[in-house]
């Protein structure tokens, strides 16, 4: 399972690295709610433990620490994903507004009109 | 049950100014009198910290390592109080600055979120929890850099928005990595764990990730390139704000970081963040000089100062750790002061253009003279606090044997002698220059309160001093952070 979360994560930060680089205000947005995404999927990762069971104690579970996945980062990942959220909702409004008082969402177009 | 106080009382203040907002009257006398009570309780939480006691609350009671831990010890008292009379100054002449139509029912707000983000930063023992403060503050400063949504502000505000990007979800990898290897996000159970675990290359690499996360918040060198902008095409307030007291919250996560979590073994960083600070020492002497404006200048010597903070704690000394905390305080109340006196400037003047100035020492004799002393300080001239600032850095450098490192540091405080004294010179000498207009009162006197530590602080620096050495001397020893919150209850 390990294995699976890793490769998905190379494959997001790859995606998210990409378009971070393009020059379209969008993009750059998209590509950095990838790499969010992937940072919570490493604190998910992070959690990951044993036979990866769901951290919920019935009355006859097996009792062994190893077995269950650690129930705090993916509290924590909640957490993360909200403020990503936040930040993504920010940029989105100030791209907007770039965009209506500009008439461009390309970075380096804002960068020239700067002089 | 004071210790939550600093980070809900700004909440609540935020949430019923927004409700407020098309109510400005008493938005803004609700707003200034929640900063008086919040300067208040800090200074209460400054007291009882004050002999030595560290305070803890253990929010939704969890026990020990598992739930959020709010800690005050001596520096974050200190922190606090930075942060609540620098901000509250900041928003006093944000009053003046602004006129009636401008948006002023967003800042408030906006300013309150902010505030709660930064002391929250002060107040936590946990890590996970510090980057959600971290978040807090930055969403809101994002918000207030872009205040105008002009085309200068629309491009730096991106600018800082994409790097901050960058640096949160590198904290964050860096939380998944400590905690994948340690299984704690607690502070003082890290530091217990990290040191237990010894330096395996895992950990180095998260050490180094959290380095250059808190480095990008405190502008040191190769992650300082955003400041001189942010700072300069910001609001005012904003930019004293910044200069203030957001780059000390990166600083603070930096002592943290080096006196309680990375310990031990991992004190050959020292090497590293001593280069580090010297080239942004280096870098910063050097910007200001073929700069026009003087909110770039300030901003430039903001780098400076920072490298020479960041100095101090890469001695990772009781002395330097002294230094360091010495100059936090002194340099957070100075460099706000003098950008606010800068905006104040720009008031009358209509400009920040040094060339476009000339002569304000005839036409504004009280705004020069604030920005005179501000200018000496910076330049380190007795008996202003800024020499004491250096003294006690470059004493401590000299005396723990540091001296090729020290003797950068002393020549390009040569340098900063020059740039100020020019920079002064340019502004306030001769003649021509813009009409002087007209600025409120409010304006004048957060200026005014702000310097005045200038001054205070230079000649108390025995007692300012003295305080440091405390702080200091806690911050040397971990474990008594460390037994303060396993024996919380």
Redesign the interface.
């Known amino acids: 399972m390990t294995w699976y979360l890793s490769i998905t994560i190379g494959i997001l930060v790859t995606m998210g690295t990409y378009m971070v680089m393009q020059r379209r205000v969008l993009q750059v947005i998209l590509g950095f709610s990838l790499l969010s995404h992937a940072t919570n999927l490493m604190i998910v990762a992070s959690g990951w433990v044993g036979d990866g069971l769901s951290p919920i104690l019935s009355t006859n579970a097996r009792l062994e620490p190893g077995a269950y996945v650690d129930p705090l980062p993916q509290a924590m990942v909640l957490t993360a994903i909200v403020i990503g959220f936040a930040v993504t909702a920010f940029l989105l409004v100030l791209a907007l507004n770039a965009y209506l008082k500009l008439k461009t969402d390309d970075m380096d177009e804002i960068r020239r009109l700067k002089g | 049950m004071l210790l939550p106080m600093p980070v809900v009382l700004p909440l609540a203040t935020a949430v019923v100014l927004f409700l407020l907002r098309n109510r400005q009257a008493v938005q803004e006398r609700l707003s200034i009198a929640s900063l008086s009570v919040n300067l208040v309780l800090v200074l209460f939480i400054l007291r009882a910290t004050a002999g030595g006691e560290i305070l803890i609350h253990r929010m939704g009671m969890w026990p020990f390592p598992?739930g959020i831990i709010l800690a005050a010890d001596r520096l974050t008292g200190t922190m606090l109080i930075l942060a609540a009379a620098i901000v509250g100054a900041c928003t006093i002449f944000a009053q003046g600055y602004l006129s009636r139509n401008e948006r002023k029912e967003a800042f408030h707000p906006l300013i309150h979120f902010q505030l709660m983000g930064i002391q929250g930063a002060f107040l936590t023992g946990d890590l996970?929890n510090l980057?959600?403060f971290f978040?807090v503050m930055l969403?809101s400063t994002?918000?207030l850099l872009?205040f105008y949504?002009?085309?200068?502000q629309?491009?730096v505000?991106?600018k800082y928005?994409?790097l901050n990007?960058?640096a949160?979800?590198m904290f964050?990898?860096g939380?998944?990595?400590l905690?994948?290897q340690v299984?704690t996000?607690n502070m003082a159970d890290l530091s217990v764990k990290v040191s237990e675990l010894g330096p395996q290359p895992l950990m180095v690499v998260t050490a180094l990730i959290f380095l250059f996360v808190f480095s990008m918040k405190a502008a040191l060198f190769p992650m300082h390139l955003w400041l001189p902008s942010a700072h300069s095409i910001s609001p005012t307030h904003i930019g004293a704000i910044l200069a203030g007291v957001l780059v000390k919250v990166g600083i603070y996560a930096i002592i943290r970081c080096a006196t309680l979590i990375f310990i031990g073994p991992y004190e050959k960083f020292q090497t590293l963040l001593m280069v580090i600070a010297l080239a942004t020492i280096i870098w910063g002497a050097l910007g200001t000089l073929p700069q026009n404006s003087l909110k770039r200048i300030l901003a430039y010597s903001t780098i400076n100062q920072l490298g020479y903070i960041a100095f101090g704690i890469s001695l990772l000394s009781p002395l330097g750790m002294t230094a360091a905390v010495f100059y936090i305080v002194c340099h957070a109340f100075l460099k706000s002061s003098m950008l606010l006196a800068a905006g104040l400037n720009q008031k009358l003047t209509g400009t920040v253009d040094l060339e476009k100035m000339g002569g304000l020492m005839k036409k504004a004799p009280y705004t020069s003279s604030l920005l005179l002393v501000g200018f000496l300080s910076l330049a380190g001239i007795p008996p202003l606090n800024g020499f004491f600032a250096k003294f006690f850095l470059l004493q401590a450098g000299f005396s723990q044997g540091a001296y090729l490192a020290t003797g950068i540091a002393l020549l390009m405080g040569v340098v900063s002698l020059y740039y100020n004294f020019t920079t002064y010179q340019r502004m306030a000498w001769g003649d021509g220059g813009n009409e002087v207009g007209e600025a409120p009162l409010v304006m004048y006197s957060s200026v005014s309160f702000l310097a005045a530590f200038a001054v205070i602080f230079g000649l108390g620096a025995a007692w300012l001093y003295d305080w440091s050495l405390l702080v200091a001397a806690q911050l040397t020893r971990p474990e008594l952070y460390i037994s303060a919150m396993r024996s919380a209850l």
Do not use: K
């Open positions: 598992y996970f980057f959600v978040e969403i994002y918000a872009a949504y002009n085309l200068d629309l491009e505000a991106f928005t994409f990007i960058i949160s979800a964050l990898v939380v998944s990595l905690y994948a299984g996000v």
